[in-house]
């Protein structure tokens, strides 16, 4: 039986295949990030412009520069992670370092008699996302298993490995889990079956654990131009080019009184490019008050994302079986677009001393979707989204003091409401879906707290900032349509530590 399924996972064809909603979901949001003095106002400038980080947010800030800017900007961040699964804690932990932005503006003055005062061109660089780091959660299993899940995935149509249907697995529609799981011999494997006839588990698990390892982000490239109309009225617009590099790692394991029962390992390895455009406007109503109001849309991002999965797994007996020892790559790709965003903005300056910004984001994540799959599993895919996606809220404020001398002491706060429907989880039986993994997270509001300072002279500055975010979510390791009930979730808590450092130099 295991030289017949070793053919038959040899013939596997690497093709066009579909992604699953948890894949794609992190690259839809952006972290805050920018330069220090940005990052310090929880990222609220979207009616006080001059800033290199605002060609990202509402590009007409741009055109608020009456001197050229160049910045540099650097991070280091410290995660803690607390997951608690069925009574049992682990904790995770660990140190990030990046280059969070640099950019330059080039301010053209045009003239003083006409209406165009300034036509301004900024280019900058900006890590979105930063993915990299550790994760791990441990527990007594109470019951539960992700054999259920591989039990499932067999009863359904595509997955009649008693007649070793190759012609079933051409198309790479649904995952092939089963099939390695059988190579591995969980079960009873000369009738593919996972439990006995009564229901009960044939390997019935006392423990288990999972643990990942992830690197890379999104980064983006932004283009902008920027005008300033009478000191008045500013617009602008930014081209951003965006790059995908992110990979994740994960081994999970079921044990019992003996030792492992098995263990399956899955690498992703994620890249492509996307692009959007960014349109804003800032507005000063009144000549002699200093009161702003900005808005601001961001199309969709259209992505172009290519997908790499390995897989290993070791069975009871001792089996083992590694699909990148046996050159067999699972790639897909696919082409999907990530929702519009808009954005309200004020902003108020007392004289010199004080400027206060808020900003209201929205974006509908139910209406992001895939654009190249077939028609059948385009509609599911999507539906998918729509279904267990919803709009998220983002409030941003900030406050700068200038206390003289060059220095300026300056806080914020950010917040963002869930992107994820209550109860969403991974459909990986009626969604076309070729990962082997089967985790997933539903992650819940996230804040942030930020405080910063810096000094400016005539020509250098330096800024700092100080970032304390968090966010809860719910993790599980696979999710079982059969079941009555969900399986129990792993309560995740993280707070990060951020320090950035900027540079820049004002000619």
């Not at 298993?145 to 499932?152: F, G, L, V």
């Not at 206060?356 to 984001?361: A, H, T």
């Not at 409030?395 to 950010?414: H, T």
């Not at 109860?423 to 969604?431: H, Q, R, S």
Request: proline fraction near 3%; charged fraction near 20%; glycine fraction near 10%.
């Amino acid at each position: 039986m295991k030289r017949l399924l070793y053919i038959l996972i040899s013939f596997l064809p690497l093709g066009m295949g579909a992604q699953n909603m948890y894949e794609i979901a992190p690259l839809m949001q952006n972290e805050l990030t920018g330069t220090s003095r940005y990052i310090s106002m929880g990222g609220s400038m979207g009616a006080l412009g001059a800033d290199v980080s605002v060609m990202g947010s509402n590009p007409a800030g741009i055109g608020l520069y009456r001197s050229s800017d160049f910045a540099i900007t650097g991070s280091l961040g410290f995660y803690n992670t607390n997951a608690v699964y069925n009574g049992n804690a682990t904790k995770s932990k660990g140190t990030v370092f990046d280059v969070e932005n640099f950019g330059a503006v080039l301010a053209n003055k045009v003239n003083n008699a006409g209406s165009l005062k300034f036509l301004n061109f900024g280019i900058g660089y900006r890590r979105t996302n930063n993915f990299s780091g550790e994760f791990a959660m441990a527990g007594p299993s109470d019951g539960y298993s992700q054999q259920y899940a591989i039990r499932d995935l067999y009863d359904q149509k595509p997955f009649e490995l008693k007649g070793l249907d190759y012609t079933a697995y051409e198309n790479f529609q649904y995952s092939w889990l089963p099939l390695l799981a059988t190579y591995a011999n969980i079960g009873d494997a000369d009738d593919n079956l996972i439990t006995r006839p009564d229901g009960s588990l044939i390997y019935e698990p006392t423990d288990v654990e999972y643990t990942s390892e992830k690197r890379g982000g999104t980064m983006e490239v932004d283009f902008n131009f920027a005008a300033n109309i009478n000191d008045r009225f500013y617009f602008g617009a930014t081209l951003s080019l965006v790059n995908v590099d992110y990979s994740v790692n994960s081994v999970y394991y079921e044990y019992d009184e003996e030792g492992t029962i098995y263990s399956i390992g899955n690498s992703n390895k994620m890249e492509g490019t996307g692009c959007n455009i960014k349109l804003g406007a800032i507005l000063r109503p009144f000549k002699y008050f200093p009161f702003k109001l900005g808005v601001a849309v961001h199309t969709p991002t259209w992505y172009n994302i290519r997908n790499l999965y390995y897989a290993d797994i070791e069975g009871p007996f001792g089996d083992y079986y590694n699909t990148k020892d046996k050159e067999l790559v699972l790639e897909t790709r696919s082409r999907f677009f990530t929702p519009w965003r808009f954005i309200a903005s004020a902003s108020y300056t007392f004289d010199a001393i004080m400027a206060f910004n808020v900003d209201y984001e929205f974006a509908d994540y139910s209406s992001a979707g895939y654009t190249s799959l077939d028609a059948g599993s385009k509609s599911v895919q999507n539906e998918e989204i729509s279904l267990n996606l919803r709009g998220q809220h983002n409030i941003r404020a900030g406050v700068e003091f200038n206390v003289g001398a060059g220095i300026s002491l300056r806080a914020g706060y950010n917040y963002s409401t869930a992107m994820f429907n209550g109860g969403a989880y991974k459909d990986m039986i009626t969604v076309p879906c070729t990962t082997t993994s089967t985790e997933y997270e539903n992650i819940f509001e996230t804040e942030a707290v930020t405080l910063g300072g810096g000094y400016r002279g005539k020509v250098f500055y330096f800024d700092m900032a100080y970032v304390l975010s968090s966010r809860k979510s719910d993790f599980y390791t696979y999710y079982d349509p059969s079941s009555e009930e969900p399986s129990p979730a792993a309560s995740v808590d993280q707070t990060n530590h951020t320090i950035t450092a900027t540079f820049g130099l004002r000619f």
